[in-house]
């Protein structure tokens, strides 16, 4: 029996494979300690890659939309980097806008807890001082505390010894951290440039990359992949759209429902919850733990309305608008879109909830499609 020449290739391949999962199998731990080392090597890159594919979106409509209509040769050649700078000025004044609302509210709160603590706690001592004289467990705890004497010269050798071992400790600690800021500053600012240079160069990178397609593997494998990565795109494009969209949303209500109710600080805690709720289903109840806070220094009882306020809404959001605005902005069914929220958060935590949703997505879409080309095959035959 004599094999043709794309069979033996094909056997030959497939002996390739067992023999490299037989030694990933073998040298496993090697294997996952190596990659975990290079994904710390690349890390900036990656950082620098989201980093550019977020920025993307609003600096495609800048060029596009906004400088598309500008003529001239001098013209075209600074609508790039004109659309970079526009971009991540955008993002930077919509951060300091959040930042600056929220922060000053926030620190004038905790100045005013910081005013009410001495009256709280004086209040505290009366009631025990009350409590005590009724029950006599209490007064006796009292008199103990009282009468025990603390033994300063042991307390005095304790903090000396303290500084004599801890101090080497301190000092590595110290080092340590300011090594991982240093590192991660450093980290930060290659991330930050290398997102730049992709997107000034990203027409450049894509045709590269379909010209390493086409020389290595063949016409129909490259196109699939290049077709997967376009759904990849335009999934995690329009899910960071819906993302925003839902969170506008989500804040406005927020900003309403407390104005109605004459609930105070609607402005800020709705742009907080719209901020935190970009983390999706869980982002939201952040925000709500802060807007508690908030209210709750002047009145406790409007912080609990706040709370049945909150939870009636989030029902509102994670049922009906979320999978709805989400959903239809990835194509992807509503119990598809909360499932993929809890397979996420459960395997990989925040970052699982916000990639599994058009990671799904493109798995969905892709079943779907050869799902359907079957079935017409099947019903042509």
Same mark, same amino acid.
Request: aromatic fraction near 10%.
């Given at each position: 029996?004599?094999?043709?020449?794309?069979?033996?290739?094909?056997?030959? =391949?497939?002996? *390739?494979?067992?023999?490299?999962?037989?030694?990933?199998?073998?040298?496993?731990?090697?294997l996952f300690f190596g990659i975990i080392f290079l994904a710390g090597i690349l890390k900036p890159f990656?950082?620098?890659?989201?980093?550019?594919?977020?920025?993307?979106?609003?600096?495609?409509?800048?060029?596009?939309?906004?400088?598309?209509?500008?003529?001239?040769?001098?013209?075209?050649?600074?609508?790039?980097?004109?659309?970079?700078?526009?971009?991540?000025?955008?993002?930077?004044?919509?951060?300091?806008?959040? *930042?600056?609302?929220?922060?000053?509210?926030?620190?004038?709160?905790?100045?005013?807890?910081?005013?009410?603590?001495?009256?709280?706690?004086?209040?505290?001592?009366?009631?025990?001082?009350?409590?005590?004289?009724?029950?006599?467990?209490?007064?006796?705890?009292?008199?103990?505390?009282?009468?025990?004497?603390?033994?300063?010269?042991?307390?005095?050798?304790?903090?000396?010894?303290?500084?004599?071992?801890?101090?080497?400790?301190?000092?590595?600690?110290?080092?340590?951290?300011?090594?991982?800021?240093?590192?991660?500053?450093?980290?930060?600012?290659?991330?930050?440039?290398?997102?730049?240079?992709?997107?000034?160069?990203?027409?450049?990178?894509?045709?590269?990359?379909?010209?390493?397609?086409?020389?290595?593997?063949?016409?129909?494998?490259?196109?699939?992949?290049?077709?997967?990565?376009?759904?990849?795109?335009?999934?995690?494009?329009?899910?960071?759209?819906?993302?925003?969209?839902?969170?506008?949303?989500?804040?406005?209500?927020?900003? *309403?429902?407390?104005?109605?109710?004459?609930?105070?600080?609607?402005?800020?805690?709705?742009?907080?919850?719209?901020?935190?709720?970009?983390?999706?289903?869980?982002?939201?109840?952040?925000?709500?733990?802060?807007?508690?806070?908030?209210?709750?220094?002047?009145?406790?009882?409007?912080?609990?309305?706040?709370?049945?306020?909150?939870?009636?809404?989030?029902?509102?959001?994670?049922?009906?608008?979320?999978?709805?605005?989400?959903? =239809?902005?990835?194509?992807?069914?509503?119990?598809? *879109?909360?499932?993929?929220?809890?397979?996420?958060?459960?395997?990989?935590?925040?970052?699982?909830?916000?990639?599994?949703?058009?990671?799904?997505?493109?798995?969905?879409?892709?079943?779907?499609?050869?799902? =359907?080309?079957?079935?017409?095959?099947?019903?042509?035959?």
């Amino acid at each position: 029996m004599e094999f043709s020449r794309e069979k033996i290739k094909q056997i030959k =391949n497939l002996m *390739v494979l067992a023999a490299f999962l037989i030694l990933a199998v073998i040298y496993s731990e090697k294997l996952f300690f190596g990659i975990i080392f290079l994904a710390g090597i690349l890390k900036p890159f990656f950082y620098g890659g989201a980093v550019a594919f977020v920025l993307n979106i609003p600096m495609k409509w800048i060029e596009e939309k906004l400088l598309g209509r500008l003529k001239g040769e001098k013209v075209k050649k600074l609508k790039r980097p004109l659309s970079i700078v526009l971009s991540i000025m955008l993002i930077a004044l919509v951060l300091a806008a959040v *930042v600056g609302m929220v922060l000053p509210q926030m620190g004038a709160t905790v100045s005013e807890i910081g005013k009410k603590i001495p009256a709280f706690m004086e209040q505290m001592t009366l009631e025990f001082e009350r409590l005590a004289e009724k029950e006599s467990v209490l007064s006796d705890w009292a008199e103990r505390l009282e009468s025990t004497e603390i033994k300063w010269d042991e307390v005095l050798e304790n903090v000396i010894h303290f500084l004599k071992n801890g101090a080497g400790d301190m000092l590595d600690s110290t080092v340590s951290m300011a090594g991982s800021i240093i590192s991660g500053v450093v980290g930060m600012v290659i991330a930050f440039v290398f997102a730049l240079y992709i997107l000034a160069q990203k027409e450049r990178l894509a045709d590269q990359g379909r010209r390493v397609l086409s020389a290595y593997l063949p016409a129909r494998t490259g196109d699939k992949i290049l077709e997967i990565c376009s759904l990849l795109y335009k999934n995690f494009s329009s899910f960071i759209t819906g993302q925003c969209l839902e969170a506008v949303i989500l804040g406005t209500m927020f900003v *309403v429902f407390m104005s109605i109710f004459r609930m105070p600080y609607a402005l800020v805690v709705g742009v907080l919850i719209a901020v935190t709720s970009l983390v999706p289903i869980v982002g939201a109840f952040i925000g709500c733990a802060v807007g508690i806070f908030l209210i709750l220094i002047n009145d406790p009882m409007q912080a609990l309305w706040f709370a049945v306020l909150f939870l009636v809404l989030q029902q509102i959001e994670g049922n009906l608008i979320y999978p709805k605005v989400v959903g =239809n902005s990835v194509g992807l069914p509503s119990i598809w *879109v909360l499932m993929a929220v809890s397979v996420g958060g459960s395997l990989f935590g925040v970052i699982g909830m916000l990639v599994f949703i058009p990671l799904l997505s493109t798995g969905y879409a892709l079943l779907r499609d050869g799902v =359907n080309k079957r079935n017409d095959l099947k019903s042509r035959k």
